[in-house]
Antibody, heavy 118, light 108 residues
Framework: EVQLVESGGGLVQPGGSLRLSCAASGFTFSSYSMNWVRQAPGKGLEWVSYISTSTSTIYYADSVKGRFTISRDNAKNSLYLQMNSLRAEDTALYYC???????????WGQGTLVTVSS | EIVLTQSPGTLSLSPGERATLSCRASQSVSSSYLAWYQQKPGQAPRLLIYAASSRATGIPDRFSGSGSGTDFTLTISRLEPEDFAVYYCQQYGNSPWAFGQGTKVEIK
């Protein structure tokens, strides 16, 4: 069974930093591209960042470009999101998500909540 | 940047009725890269449809997707009680990923 378990969320002050982690199991992690997707409280889904299997291709949403860094460790079956210069508008539930057929997201974690507030 | 606009914002229907949800793109989208998701309160989204019309594993055949170019549709042929939820479309292209704002299907 595919499992994606996020961790690292919490309360942080504006301008602060957090590092999110996602532990993957139940599939060959190194064979799949991965996304981070977030959802602000009561709002819709927003794609954040993408990383290919070998890390050769990385994309960011304009809203996080220059502040967030995605990475992965295939030996540890783990995905990461380093978030710097956090803003109130970054407050959201952050999902780790596996990229499947036709660039859809075929598996999602349960999310980790990031709250940016003073 | 491609913007996906879903309509209606809310759809009020009764169990057994047919639901038709629309997703319109601001520019042409490859139908190979259009997906639909269902999200229930407190849960992560679930993939329903990929490549515009292919059902994901385990998705009942009352869910179907269609469309091309800038207009895509998710149809639920007969609503079951567990189908009342929020639905999102998503495209992959030059953005590269984008989601629509969602359509809530609620019980009338």
């Amino acid at each position: 069974e595919v499992q994606l378990v996020e961790s690292g969320g919490g309360l942080v002050q504006p301008g602060g930093s957090l590092r999110l982690s996602c532990a993957a199991s139940g599939f060959t992690f190194s064979s799949y591209s991965m996304n981070w997707v977030r959802q602000a409280p009561g709002k819709g889904l927003e794609w954040v960042s993408y990383i290919s299997t070998s890390t050769s291709t990385i994309y960011y949403a304009d809203s996080v470009k220059g502040r967030f860094t995605i990475s992965r460790d295939n030996a540890k079956n783990s995905l990461y999101l380093q978030m710097n210069s956090l803003r109130a508008e970054d407050t959201a539930l952050y999902y780790c998500a596996r990229v499947g057929m036709a660039r859809s997201v075929d598996h999602w974690g349960q999310g980790t909540l990031v709250t940016v507030s003073s | 940047e491609i913007v996906l606009t879903q309509s209606p914002g809310t759809l009020s229907l009764s169990p057994g009725e047919r639901a038709t949800l629309s997703c319109r793109a601001s520019q042409s989208v490859s139908s190979s890269y259009l997906a639909w998701y269902q999200q229930k309160p407190g849960q992560a989204p679930r993939l329903l449809i990929y490549a515009a019309s292919s059902r994901a594993t385990g998705i009942p055949d009352r869910f179907s997707g269609s469309g091309s170019g800038t207009d895509f549709t998710l149809t639920i042929s007969r609503l079951e009680p567990e189908d009342f939820a929020v639905y999102y479309c998503q495209q992959y292209g030059n953005s590269p990923w984008a989601f629509g704002q969602g359509t809530k299907v609620e019980i009338k």
